[in-house]
């Protein structure tokens, strides 16, 4: 049961050990705001990314364009306040944490209401 690998919709999860990925609980968070996005009409689509330096959640507002937001998990950041980056389309860092729970905050701060 070590090498198992769980499929979960487009996100593969894998050991830690052997491979840099988004840990279950850290997808679950991403995920549920994720989720908020999209049922409010802003987001349309997500990818995610996998490096031996980083792991990237990329939120897309449509399918064709570059994502507008990336959560950024930094596997060998020397910094602790840089283990969590949200990045703009631009590139330009929105925010940073040790913490994915305080970093997903500036989501919810965001207002995900749909408009009529």
């Known amino acids: 049961m070590r090498?198992?690998?769980?499929?979960?919709?487009?996100?593969?999860?894998?050991?830690?050990?052997?491979?840099?990925?988004?840990?279950?609980?850290?997808?679950?968070?991403?995920l549920s705001v994720y989720g908020k996005g999209i049922s409010s009409g802003k987001w349309k689509d997500y990818a995610i990314d996998s490096s031996i330096n980083e792991t990237i959640f990329s939120i897309y507002k449509?399918?064709?364009?570059?994502?507008?937001?990336?959560?950024?998990?930094?596997?060998?950041?020397?910094?602790?306040?840089?283990?969590w980056i949200i990045k703009s389309t631009s590139g330009q860092i929105i925010k940073r944490?040790?913490?994915?729970?305080?970093?997903?905050?500036?989501?919810?701060?965001?207002?995900?209401?749909l408009i009529n």
Do not use: C, V, W
């Not at 052997?18 to 609980?25: D, G, T």
């Not at 944490?97 to 209401?113: H, I, V």
């Open 62 to 83: 449509h399918a064709s364009e570059m994502p507008i937001y990336r959560i950024i998990k930094n596997h060998k950041s020397r910094r602790t306040d840089e283990r």
């Open 97 to 113: 944490n040790k913490n994915l729970s305080y970093l997903l905050n500036y989501f919810k701060e965001k207002d995900f209401r």
């Open 3 to 30: 090498n198992t690998k769980i499929i979960t919709g487009n996100a593969y999860l894998a050991d830690q050990k052997k491979q840099n990925f988004f840990s279950k609980e850290e997808l679950n968070l991403i």
